[in-house]
């Protein structure tokens, strides 16, 4: 009779550490899956920033352009208070994606550049004196749009892509 109980007892025990292991993968496989599908939520939601960002300052950026360029070829004065509506209309519209911005990435270099980045866009309405210093304002603040991209790119890139050749890292 223990002959035949102790290998069913065995049997049972094997097959309740069996379903515990197995539970236990499981579980930890699903909370990579959840770890995993935050991150890439998280990434997406920055990337947005970033990119909605930099799109609200290049419309702002062209926008006050257009408004000093109507200034200096003096336009008539209902024209330029359409752009002036317009110009407020684009620098309000910075206001959501910076704000995404900082609380969606702590990292100093992106957010300097970003700073940058608009400091100089809304400096463009300083540079309405001549053609000159219009133009000289939208490059600097096309430089800092660039550098902004570009930090941004670098912040955003994926920790296995290889960072001279832009290949992903074998794993």
Partial sequence: ??????????????????????????????????RVTHSETIRRDRLEAVTALACAAGDHRTAMWKRGDAILTGASPGRIEVLRSESHMTRS??????????????DQAVRTAADRMVTLTYAMREAYA???????????????HDTFVNTGAHYLRPASTHPTTGQDSPR
């Fill in 1 to 34: 009779m223990l002959a035949v109980l102790v290998p069913a007892a065995l049997a049972v025990v094997a097959t309740l550490l069996g379903a515990i292991v197995s539970g236990r993968f499981q579980e930890r496989a699903a909370e990579r899956q959840i």
């Fill in 93 to 106: 519209a910075i206001a959501r994606p910076q704000v995404a911005l900082r609380v969606l990435i702590e």
């Fill in 130 to 144: 001549t053609t000159e210093d219009l133009t000289a304002a939208r490059e600097a603040a096309k430089d800092a």
